[in-house]
T-cell receptor
Framework: SQTIHQWPATLVQPVGSPLSLECTVE??????LYWYRQAAGRGLQLLFYSVGIGQISSEVPQNLSASRPQDRQFILSSKKLLLSDSGFYLC?????????????FGQGTRLTVV | GESVGLHLPTLSVQEGDNSIINCAYS??????FIWYKQESGKGPQFIIDIRSNMDKRQGQRVTVLLNKTVKHLSLQIAATQPGDSAVYFCAENSGKTSYDKVIFGPGTSLSVIP
């Protein structure tokens, strides 16, 4: 069966510090991968998605970047965090073959920038 | 489309009553829709889906209705239980290839009164 792992679960970082959040998927090959951000009490905003190694599409201009160094690894990064980067970050995967299927989410990383 | 800047609307329901959660979508080309449930501090979990060639689909205690004419989805929960308290999101598959994006609606917070 497929599983998705995100870490860390919580993170407190000072303004101006770098960020690296990691997401890995097991049990499937060449998944579509997604990063979402959720501000407190709000909806999910799609940040990045990837359909293959090294292929990243950005949905919104921001202080963040994403990379996919391996087939089942998706990394969210920042060189210098802003206060506005605080939020709940969710990684998700989806089958690349069966288009009309649901996305599966990790447990999320709660980031607080102080 | 995405309404990530809006605070979540809330719905309070007495335990045992039926709940109806509504969602409007914007892309008339979307052909697959999903309802997710998100409990506090966790990632969204799949509840039920529906394809655009259907107008109703039933699961265990849940029913999804799709009205393509007005681009509206609803989720009906029968005999609502305290464990149903969560935030509910509708989502649509946006894209015609494997480069498909899962776009979320703003979400509704359901509170079940015991």
């Amino acid at each position: 069966s497929q599983t998705i792992h995100q870490w860390p679960a919580t993170l407190v970082q000072p303004v101006g510090s770098p960020l690296s959040l990691e997401c890995t998927v097991e049990g499937t090959s060449n998944p579509n991968l997604y990063w979402y951000r959720q501000a407190a009490g709000r909806g999910l905003q799609l940040l990045f998605y990837s359909v293959g190694i090294g292929q990243i599409s950005s949905e919104v201009p921001q202080n963040l970047s994403a990379s996919r160094p391996q087939d089942r690894q998706f990394i969210l990064s920042s060189k210098k965090l802003l206060l506005s980067d605080s939020g709940f970050y969710l990684c998700a995967w989806k089958s690349p073959i069966a288009r009309n299927t649901e996305a599966f989410f990790g447990q999320g990383t709660r980031l607080t920038v102080v | 489309g995405e309404s990530v800047g809006l605070h979540l609307p809330t719905l309070s329901v007495q335990e045992g009553d039926n709940s109806i959660i509504n969602c409007a979508y914007s892309n008339s080309a979307s052909d697959y829709f999903i309802w997710y449930k998100q409990e506090s501090g966790k990632g969204p979990q799949f509840i039920i889906d529906i394809r655009s060639n259907m107008d109703k689909r039933q699961g265990q205690r849940v029913t999804v209705l799709l009205n393509k004419t007005v681009k509206h989805l609803s989720l009906q929960i029968a005999a609502t239980q305290p464990g149903d308290s969560a935030v509910y999101f509708c989502a649509e598959n946006s894209g015609k290839t494997s480069y498909d994006k899962v776009i979320f609606g703003p979400g509704t917070s359901l509170s079940v009164i015991p």
